[in-house]
Structure formats: structure tokens, C-alpha cells
């Protein structure tokens, strides 16, 4: 029996669900990278650097040109805090708390855009925003105490997975200001091997057996530069408040293959908290449709 093509219109929402599953395992494949004897921060610095050459070899395919001048300094400052910081602190909140605890983390973003939008843009904060920012702040203290099994809830993890959420909330900022002037892929050819530089001074490289390079590799292809090419290339047929909600599948994700490669449980408790800082991110995706930033 032959297999039913899949309909034109649902094709979109498959590529954005594809970039929430790819997304999911970062944490994962971070885990196990690390667990191979790699550091959090050279985890950080391959992601970057190999998935940096990726995009750079896209960008010369489709001559794509690069940023010049300001808006090259503007792209290579937001390599250092969009990629340095992001990518390490992630990776060192996967080591501290786990997989599943730094993905929902990572979606406070959206609550750290609405109050940057209030402090430096002068953007008014209505009931939606704050209703949004009390339910990630409630989120997170519910996280806290809720704990879980192999789960650990330390001033370390949500310190690093909260920077880890900050940093990711550059890129709506950023992407707002850049993504319809240039290509994304000329601007991450620019921003990740910057980034990888930023991290280089912090690195200490240590012997990599092969399934730590798959580890790397995966990270570097599936979950980078696959994911963002996917994601990019659904929004195109979406719109951005509907692909916000198919993405945040990407910590239902984490926390299931963490469960289930791991062990790590998150507490009832927890899971509440955890489902706050979701449903925060997505009143915000449908207040703003940009919210969610355009990569991980």
C-alpha cells in the first residue's frame, strides 16, 4: 500500500515540530559528550566553531553577503553574548541541574525579552506581559523547591540555566534588527565562529574518543544547523505565534528522552513550575509574535 504524501499544508508545521524534536536533544547530546570526558565549555566551543563552518559554507553556496562595518561589530559583539555566553552557560547548566531542568530554563527568554522591552525600548508592559513575568517567576520558585529525581536544583543550575535564558532572549533582539537585512545564514557564518573564539581562551581540550565526536557532531549538525534551517524555513509558511506553540514541545522533548537515557524526574512540583515558565512563554508568543527567538 502505497504511503499518503503528506499534505502541502501541514508540511510547515512538520518543520517546525522537526526543529523542537532537534532542539530537544541538545541537552542530551551535550550530556553525553560530557559524560565522554568533554568539558561543558568545549562542548560549547565545537557546537559553535563546527556548526559555524556549516553555516559559513551555506553562506558561500547561496552568496549570501556578510555583514560590513557597524553591523559587522554589532554581529561579532553578539557572537561573545549570544554565543560564548549562551552556548556555555547551557552546557554548564546541563552539568549542574540536567537536560531536562536547563531546556525549561532556557524558555524564561521570552519573559526576559518583555522586560527588556520595558526597560530600554520603552515598550509598555500590558496585564499579558505581566501576568507572563509573575508566571516564570512563579515557575521558577516552584522548580526550585520541587526538585526531583536526578534532577539537581542548585544556586548553580538556575544561575547558569537563567544566564542561559537571558543570553537566548538576544536573539529576538538582535534578529529583530538584523534577520531582514541580511541572510541568517551570513549572519551566523560571522556570529558562531566569533563566538567559538570567544570561548577558545576557556577551553581545555581533552582527548575525544568517537562517540564523543558523534556527540559533537550531532550537536554541531542536527541540533544547530539542521534545526535553525528547518525552523527558518516553516516560519516562512506560518505564522510565528502557531510555530512558537509547536516549539515548545522542545523541553516536553528534553525532559522525556532525560527520563528515559537518565532518570531524571522532575517532582510534581516541579512539573507545575515547569509548565508556568511554558505557559508563560506562550501567552507571550501570542501577545508578541516574535517572541521566540529564531534560533537556538
Known amino acids: 500500500m502505497a504511503a499518503r504524501p503528506v499534505n502541502l499544508?501541514?508540511?510547515?508545521?512538520?518543520?517546525?515540530?522537526?526543529?523542537?524534536?532537534?532542539?530537544g536533544l541538545l541537552g542530551i547530546l551535550g550530556k553525553q559528550a560530557q559524560a565522554a570526558g568533554v568539558s561543558p565549555l568545549e562542548v560549547a566551543f565545537w557546537r559553535a566553531a563546527l556548526a559555524g563552518g556549516l553555516y559559513a559554507l551555506h553562506a558561500a553556496v547561496i552568496r549570501a553577503p556578510l555583514p560590513r562595518g557597524r553591523d559587522l561589530w554589532i554581529t561579532a559583539a553578539f557572537g561573545i553574548a549570544g554565543v560564548s555566553v549562551f552556548y556555555g552557560t547551557y552546557q554548564l547548566a546541563v552539568r549542574a541541574g540536567g537536560a531536562s531542568l536547563a531546556s525549561?530554563?532556557?524558555?524564561?527568554?521570552?519573559?526576559?525579552?518583555?522586560?527588556?522591552?520595558?526597560?530600554?525600548?520603552?515598550?509598555?508592559?500590558?496585564?499579558?506581559?505581566l501576568a507572563a513575568v509573575g508566571g516564570t517567576l512563579a515557575g521558577i520558585?516552584?522548580?526550585?523547591?520541587?526538585?526531583?529525581?536526578?534532577?539537581?536544583?542548585?544556586?548553580?543550575?538556575?544561575?547558569?540555566?537563567?544566564?542561559?535564558?537571558?543570553t537566548y532572549s538576544l536573539y529576538y533582539v538582535y534578529g529583530k534588527a538584523f534577520f531582514h537585512r541580511y541572510?541568517?545564514?551570513?549572519?551566523?557564518?560571522?556570529?558562531?565562529?566569533?563566538?567559538?573564539?570567544?570561548?577558545l581562551p576557556l577551553v581545555e581540550f581533552a582527548p575525544k574518543?568517537?562517540?564523543?565526536?558523534?556527540?559533537?557532531?550531532?550537536?554541531?549538525?542536527?541540533?544547530?544547523y539542521l534545526?535553525?534551517?528547518?525552523?527558518?524555513?516553516?516560519l516562512r509558511h506560518l505564522n510565528a505565534t502557531r510555530a512558537s506553540v509547536i516549539a515548545?514541545?522542545?523541553?516536553?522533548?528534553?525532559?522525556?528522552l532525560a527520563a528515559?537515557?537518565?532518570?531524571?524526574?522532575?517532582?510534581?512540583?516541579?512539573?507545575?513550575?515547569?509548565?508556568?515558565?511554558?505557559?508563560?512563554?506562550?501567552?507571550?508568543?501570542?501577545?508578541k509574535k516574535e517572541t521566540h527567538p529564531p534560533v537556538e
Open 141 to 166: 520558585a516552584l522548580i526550585s523547591f520541587g526538585g526531583g529525581q536526578g534532577v539537581t536544583v542548585g544556586p548553580a543550575a538556575l544561575g547558569f540555566g537563567l544566564a542561559a535564558g537571558f
Open 104 to 129: 525549561v530554563l532556557l524558555y524564561t527568554a521570552p519573559a526576559f525579552v518583555a522586560l527588556m522591552g520595558w526597560a530600554f525600548l520603552r515598550e509598555r508592559l500590558g496585564l499579558r506581559e
Open 209 to 224: 574518543t568517537a562517540p564523543a565526536w558523534g556527540s559533537l557532531l550531532a550537536l554541531s549538525f542536527f541540533s544547530t
Open 9 to 23: 499544508a501541514t508540511r510547515p508545521a512538520l518543520l517546525i515540530l522537526t526543529a523542537a524534536v532537534l532542539w
Open 227 to 234: 534545526a535553525y534551517l528547518a525552523y527558518s524555513a516553516g
Open 260 to 287: 528515559l537515557l537518565y532518570a531524571e524526574r522532575l517532582s510534581a512540583l516541579a512539573l507545575l513550575g515547569a509548565a508556568l515558565v511554558i505557559g508563560a512563554a506562550l501567552l507571550l508568543s501570542v501577545e
Open 248 to 256: 515548545s514541545l522542545e523541553p516536553v522533548v528534553a525532559a522525556a
Open 183 to 199: 541572510a541568517p545564514p551570513a549572519l551566523l557564518a560571522v556570529a558562531l565562529p566569533v563566538g567559538a573564539l570567544g570561548l
